[in-house]
């Protein structure tokens, strides 16, 4: 089975500043990673994913995510934030292959101050 | 156009009331899936069908009955509700059962109080 730890709960950062949301995962089989973002009153969507190839994974609105596998990390960068990021980000993970089923984090709520 | 639609938003009801969600996608997909989210946002799979078919059901209550009458719909009933049903559900819907290469695509949720 596969677990996901989002290490915050909640980060603050002021607009315009950079901005990581960190992600470790377990897991005894190779992975699939992703992360999905969550508006205030809205379902969640796919920002980005990690399939296999490249670590450096890019993906909307100016978010990229790193595979470290020797560290089982799949942290979330963005370079320069904006209010309009004020979010719910989850990490989510499924074993690669014919795997059905995502596990979720329990979330990182970025709140981006003006 | 909402692709993957949720109704009621919101239910408030009473314990030991029955209720009932639905959810609708105009996306074509094969494969719907209901999720719980928590009070501390923790967002865990109940139920997934393909083609109609319950592919994935999770240790969940036999009071909570997932039925698809088509493709397009999957609707959650549950018995006898209780406080700790409490939460969010979302149901999301995917082309395929593969999460690497069928994005899944989230309804808006319906956020379920039990008094």
């Known amino acids: 089975a596969q677990s996901v730890t989002q290490l915050d709960s909640q980060v603050p950062v002021f607009e315009e500043a950079p901005v990581e949301l960190r992600c470790n995962y377990s897991s005894s089989v190779s992975v699939y990673l992703f992360w999905y973002v969550q508006y205030p009153n809205q379902g969640l969507q796919l920002l980005l994913k990690?399939?296999?190839?490249?670590?450096l994974v890019k993906g909307i609105n100016g978010f990229e995510a790193e595979f470290n596998k020797s560290q089982t990390s799949f942290h979330l960068r963005k370079p320069s934030v904006h209010i309009s990021d004020t979010a719910e980000y989850f990490c989510a993970v499924t074993a690669s292959g014919s795997a059905r089923q995502l596990t979720f984090g329990s979330g990182t709520q970025l709140t981006v101050l003006p | 156009d909402t692709a993957v639609s949720q109704t009621p938003k919101y239910l408030v009801t009473q314990m030991g009331n029955d209720k009932s969600i639905k959810c609708e996608q105009n996306?074509?997909?094969?494969?719907m899936y209901w999720y719980k989210q928590d009070s501390k946002k923790f967002l865990k799979i109940m139920f997934s069908?393909?083609?109609?078919?319950?592919?994935i059901n999770e240790t969940v209550p036999n009071r909570f009955s997932p039925k698809s009458p088509d493709k397009a719909h999957l609707n959650l009933h549950i018995n006898s509700l209780e406080l700790g049903d409490s939460a969010v559900y979302f149901c999301?819907?995917?082309?395929?059962?593969?999460?690497?290469?069928?994005?899944?695509?989230f309804g808006p949720g319906t956020r379920l109080t039990v008094l």
């Open positions: 999301a819907s995917s082309q395929g059962l593969s999460p690497g290469t069928d994005t899944q695509y």
């Open positions: 990690y399939l296999s190839g490249s670590t």
């Open positions: 069908y393909n083609n109609k078919e319950l592919i």
């Open positions: 996306l074509g997909h094969d494969t």
